[in-house]
């Protein structure tokens, strides 16, 4: 038995075409697919029957898919969702994140990959799904407060990371791993991998600059902390830090840090070393 058997998914968009063809990649990889052409019809079948997943076109005549993800999140038991859409503006990413989709696809996209992120959102634990407070959802300044899972942390790096579609490969790419890593040891040193405990995130955009501000939940960003950090070994047992990290339960790491500054312009501690700015400066 395959982990697709069972699960239900749920494929709203107006073009028939792509609705189609989206569940026939679906229907091969083993789920059970049904499909609506446009919100309303989506509203009737999700009150009729129960659903793993929805994926959800954002541009739907009529109840448009913010209006969808927004009712389905009142139901008692209700699906994971991604958010399809081809505008490649930020405010329908951000109404989708305030309204806590899961994930967030644009198009046009490969079959095979709708495929693997259907996978992988009803892979991830019950943690994932944990509510993130929005407190600004504006293209210039988003600022969120996460729970301190990596699941939920990864969620965030997706969603960040789509913010600056517009930006060439080569940074986008950059800021992705400096983010990731700092936000990842955030939670995992910071937050204790607690879910109870949250990490504060901001991020700002400029026509010139980007900032990404996490503050720590714990001790703070302490590259000399025991374990911690490469740099902090001694020359005779260079990767102590990843047996420590391992006996934690963490990740193995610690070099990601010390990338982390070639990977962007300026990484800027405050006196306790429990907030951390990072900026990217742009052509």
Not at 48 to 55: I, N
Not at 117 to 129: E, G, K
Not at 191 to 214: A, F, H, N, Q, W
């Amino acid at each position: 038995m395959t982990a697709s058997s069972g699960r239900r998914v749920l494929v709203v968009d107006d073009d028939a075409a792509l609705r189609h063809a989206i569940t026939s990649f679906l229907d091969r990889a083993g789920y059970h697919t049904a499909q609506a052409g446009d919100g309303a019809e989506a509203l009737r079948k999700l009150q009729r029957e129960s659903f793993d997943l929805l994926l959800l076109d954002i541009g739907l005549p009529g109840v448009n898919g913010l209006d969808v993800l927004a009712q389905a999140r009142t139901y008692p038991s209700p699906p994971r969702v991604v958010m399809m859409t081809a505008d490649d503006t930020p405010e329908p990413l951000l109404r989708s994140f305030r309204e806590q989709a899961h994930a967030f696809v644009r198009k046009p996209f490969a079959g095979r990959r709708i495929v693997e992120l259907v996978a992988d959102v009803l892979a991830a634990s019950p943690t994932a799904t944990l509510p993130i407070e929005v407190v600004s959802a504006r293209p210039e300044w988003l600022e969120i407060i996460a729970p301190c899972s990596l699941e939920v942390g990864e969620r965030v790096r997706q969603f960040v990371m789509q913010l600056d579609a517009t930006l060439p490969d080569d940074v986008r790419q950059s800021v992705a791993h400096a983010f990731g890593e700092l936000l990842t040891n955030a939670i995992e040193w910071g937050g204790r991998l607690d879910p109870t405990r949250t990490v504060r995130i901001s991020c700002l955009r400029s026509r010139r600059m980007l900032l990404y501000r996490i503050a720590d939940p714990g001790e703070g960003f302490d590259i000399n902390r025991l374990g911690h950090a490469a740099i902090s070994n001694p020359v005779d047992d260079p990767l102590a830090h990843d047996r420590v990290r391992e006996g934690m339960g963490l990740r193995p790491g610690g070099f990601g840090l010390a990338l982390t500054r070639a990977m962007v312009d300026d990484v800027i501690y405050n006196e306790r070393r429990n907030e951390v700015v990072l900026v990217k400066y742009l052509d």
